[in-house]
């Protein structure tokens, strides 16, 4: 299995408060990615990041940002959380052109 | 608008029955299409196909891609209860306006259930 750890693992938050979930590689994979999965919708992009301090949004980042200052850590924040940012988020690392993406095993974040 | 579109949306089926799921897509700048198989956690790869007509096999599953066509199916013969999941389909991706970042875009999968 990929090296791939992300924490909490489980978070319940309340409306309005900020949230950072965190994602830890070990295989030193330039390419990072932070996914959401809701029912019906799959899996969609929030932020991506293809080096260290290097970002940028995906299909669904309005209230969310992204922090990458070491080469194994991603880190992704809602500035204040909202009840449609209940889902499960996945981090997933990627070596490059024509290489897998790998999964962490999600986090499950549950805003009241 | 790149996307990507699986079906059926979901498919029951009895043990020892062959299944057939389908993936489409219509992106800019293909460059390789990805299987994933999630049960109740992470999606896990099964396979990457990048060239037309060339069969990938891993036991029972196998998958073919069409490019001219723009479409993959996955197949899965003698199915078997562990085959029970949510097949998702994705699509690597080199978007013109990035920094040279390439994306992988999703279907919405394919959920199968295998009866005893």
């Known amino acids: 299995d990929a090296g791939i750890t992300q924490s909490p693992r489980h978070k319940v938050t309340e409306t309005g408060t900020p949230v950072t979930l965190r994602c830890h590689q070990t295989e030193n994979h330039r390419y990072m990615y932070w996914y959401r999965q809701d029912p019906g919708h799959g899996l969609r992009l929030i932020h991506y990041s293809y080096g260290v301090k290097d970002t940028d949004k995906g299909e669904v980042s309005d209230g969310y940002s992204v922090s990458r200052s070491k080469t194994e850590d991603f880190l992704l924040t809602l500035e204040s959380a909202t009840s449609s940012q209940t889902s499960v988020y996945f981090c997933?690392?990627?070596?490059?052109?024509?290489?897998?993406?790998?999964f962490g095993n999600g986090t499950r974040l549950t805003v009241t | 608008e790149d996307k990507v579109v699986q079906s059926p949306l979901s498919l029951v089926v009895h043990e020892g029955d062959t299944v057939t799921l389908n993936c489409s897509y219509e992106?800019?700048?293909?460059?390789?299409l990805l299987w994933y198989k999630q049960e109740k956690k992470a999606p896990t790869f099964l396979f990457m196909l990048?060239?037309?007509?060339i069969e990938k096999k891993s036991g029972r599953l196998s998958s073919i891609l069409d490019k001219k066509e723009l479409f993959s199916i996955l197949n899965i013969t003698a199915t078997q209860t562990g085959d029970s999941a949510v097949y998702l389909c994705a699509v690597e991706t080199l978007p013109l306006t990035t920094s040279g970042t390439y994306k992988y875009i999703f279907g919405t999968g394919t959920r199968l259930k295998v009866l005893a």
């Open positions: 992106v800019t700048n293909f460059r390789s």
């Open positions: 997933a690392i990627s070596g490059g052109y024509r290489s897998p993406l790998h």
């Open positions: 990048t060239s037309s007509g």
